[in-house]
């Protein structure tokens, strides 16, 4: 990272808790409709429990619709915050310090949507505690731990616990810098309490550093699993074509990661916009992220490619059957193709260019398409493979998504933005502690003829460093 | 006797190094003072006490935890359920995996926070000797130690040069 902005600890504490001790003008108005859209998915859905699932699309024999298509959706983008912030983490990569906190945070909005639509589609989403729990003892009936029902939320549930007691703890320091700053009596209470009395001793800092360390390398691994636990939903059914297949772990964590990352480098380009984080989000930074993203989305093309290719290797009829189908008749074929243009074709060449790397409104706008892309990547693995899974002529079906369904969807786009303001109102989107540590730790050094920054690295163990005191 | 906590601020590590120095000369154990700071310095930078933890325990305890819970949980429920299938035994090995990993690397990472909290010292309750300053970048060197020695230990901490007034706290 070459590009640098040098503040004091001062002016980092004014700028990045401004927006929190303080209202910016556009803050409520943007709540208020954000919270308009939420109430209405609500809404929709109190009609839906008191009508029945009969209100939405979803008839024999496609079974799965809006709902499960979405699901997938919002587990992949929250795969972007530990993916951003835990590889970097490890790595100690300079260029995380401004962006893991949103990228964790988006992660924990993004599970809590994806949570929110099997909740919905299964119409009385408080049985699902039967499913998952073994309370039921006088009737003796008790959760079929065989099933992906059973597994879907022990891998979600224990990456949104992670995820959450991870951000927490990486809130901790800042919580406590909220606490000293903060004027008025009650939220400094309120923030006291929640920093737990944490002061910047030297132990505290040293477990701080390791908890990021050590948190990642736990959460990792979990990470890996919920997309491949999701993808075995479909993968382990039998006798549904373009279901059944192998790739599908790899193949589902590998497109998580890229509709992930291409969301993190969105909300990079929206903070800047929104929150004039522009002496830390620099050029360089969406550099970093669009060269990365460029791996990723190649690395997916592959796996996209290779699936296609092992599905039609066997060339056995109802597969191809398939494949035809999707890429072929209204309204699959246009939107297969929408697809491809939108997550591949036009963003890879794009961030082949320096100059559109760098820019914000060209990473946003690439992002945005990407996004677009990878949820009709969804939709179309979720829908066509229904419509014949029945080899019986009479029993094919199509789908069209209902107006409750539309709603509720557009619900979880809301609650994820409207949960990413309210966390902003109240904790910094930006890790404050860190920034400082990056500031403090950077220093210009003359090369030759050159003044370049360099970076002291961080979390050395004590034994690295002199310890003439102790000899 | 009473503990009470004494606060020097510093604005250059050196002289929060300094005062370090001082404190050890003046007869402080390594036990009796401390270092805040606004954000995490490289061990060792003002010579202080490398300290000591047991974190690396408490995920290892909570995976075991988790791992056992999720055990009873997979087993219990399929035995307390028969349900035959394709004629495979009841207890389906390969479905529990999912299962016992998620739950065992779920019990590591809430150990690990239980860890982390209590391996800070946190929650505490008393802020003793604290400045607001600390968190804009100014370096704090904390003394808690009996009331009757608080005099030699901001004669310690006023030698390496204080920026302002000793801040007094009680513990």
């Not at chain 1, 959706?73 to 300079?94: K, V």
């Not at chain 1, 408080?126 to 003796?140: A, H, K, L, Q, T």
């Not at chain 2, 901001?154 to 040069?161: H, I, R, S, T, V």
């Amino acid at each position: 990272m070459l590009e640098h902005t040098q503040l004091t600890d001062k002016e980092l504490n004014d700028e990045l808790l401004r927006d929190i001790l303080t209202m910016p003008k556009w803050w409520l108005p943007a709540v208020l409709f954000l919270a308009t859209i939420v109430i209405t998915g609500y809404s929709a859905f109190g009609y839906m429990v008191f009508n029945g699932l009969g209100v939405t699309g979803l008839n024999r024999p496609v079974f799965w619709g809006f709902f499960i298509a979405n699901f997938v959706f919002w587990i992949g983008i929250s795969h972007a915050g530990i993916m951003i912030s835990a590889i970097l983490r490890l790595t100690q990569a300079e260029w995380r310090r401004p962006i893991t906190r949103a990228a964790e945070v988006m992660t924990l909005f993004s599970l809590a949507a994806a949570l929110h639509t099997p909740l919905f589609h299964v119409g009385r989403p408080w049985r699902v505690f039967y499913w998952i729990f073994p309370y039921d003892f006088s009737r003796g009936i008790w959760p079929n731990v065989k099933s992906p029902f059973v597994w879907d939320p022990s891998a979600v549930g224990t990456y949104l616990i992670a995820s959450t007691l991870f951000v927490i703890v990486c809130l901790i320091p800042d919580l406590a810098i909220l606490r000293d700053r903060a004027k008025n009596k009650i939220t400094k209470f309120i923030y006291a309490q929640l920093c737990l009395g944490f002061r910047g001793t030297t132990r505290q800092w040293k477990l701080q550093i390791i908890a990021g360390i050590l948190l990642s390398a736990l959460v990792l691994p979990i990470f890996v699993s919920v997309h491949t636990v999701v993808s075995w939903d479909f993968a382990v059914l039998i006798g549904t074509e373009g279901w059944r297949s192998t790739i599908f772990g790899p193949y589902f964590i590998i497109g998580a990661v890229h509709s992930g990352v291409s969301a993190v480098a969105m909300l990079m380009a929206l903070s800047v916009w929104i929150y004039g984080l522009q002496n830390y989000i620099k050029p360089d930074h969406f550099d970093a992220i669009a060269r990365l993203l460029i791996v990723v989305a190649t690395t997916w093309f592959f796996f996209f490619f290779l699936e296609w290719v092992w599905a039609m290797f066997t060339l056995e009829s109802p597969e191809i059957a398939l494949r035809e189908l999707q890429v072929g008749p209204w309204p699959w074929g246009p939107l297969f193709g929408i697809f491809v243009i939108t997550s591949f074709v036009i963003p890879v060449p794009l961030w082949m260019f320096r100059r559109f790397r760098r820019n914000a409104a060209i990473m946003f706008f690439t992002t945005i398409l990407v996004n677009i892309g990878m949820w009709l990547e969804r939709f179309l693995i979720v829908i066509p493979s229904l419509m014949r899974r029945s080899h019986l002529t009479f029993d094919w079906g199509s789908y069209s998504p209902s107006l409750i369904e539309i709603l509720i969807v557009l619900e979880t786009f809301a609650f994820v933005a409207l949960g990413m303001l309210l966390f902003a109102k109240a904790f910094p989107l930006v890790p404050v502690f860190d920034m400082k540590e990056g500031m403090r730790n950077r220093h210009l050094i003359k090369v030759g003829r050159r003044i370049i920054p360099a970076t002291i690295r961080e979390g050395l163990p004590h034994h690295y460093y002199n310890k003439e005191h102790h000899k | 006797m009473a503990k009470r906590s004494v606060l020097g601020l510093y604005i250059e590590e050196d002289s929060a190094a300094d005062a370090l120095d001082h404190l050890r000369d003046a007869g402080f154990q390594d036990h009796e003072y401390e270092i805040l700071t606004g954000t995490p310095y490289p061990e060792g930078t003002f010579g202080e006490a490398e300290p000591q933890h047991h974190l690396y325990r408490w995920p290892i305890f909570g995976a075991l935890t988790g791992f056992t819970i999720s055990l009873f949980y997979t087993s219990i429920t399929q035995a307390a359920y028969p349900i035959l299938t394709g004629g495979k035994p009841v207890l389906a090995i390969p479905a529990m995996m999912v299962i016992l990993y998620e739950l065992t690397m779920l019990g590591a990472v809430i150990f690990t926070i239980i860890g982390i909290i209590f391996e800070s010292r946190l929650p505490r309750f008393f802020m003793g000797a604290y400045s607001e300053k600390i968190t804009e970048g100014y370096i704090g060197v904390t003394v808690t130690t009996e009331e009757d020695r608080t005099d030699k230990a901001e004669e310690a901490l006023k030698k390496a040069g204080i920026d302002g007034e000793i801040i007094r706290g009680w513990e």
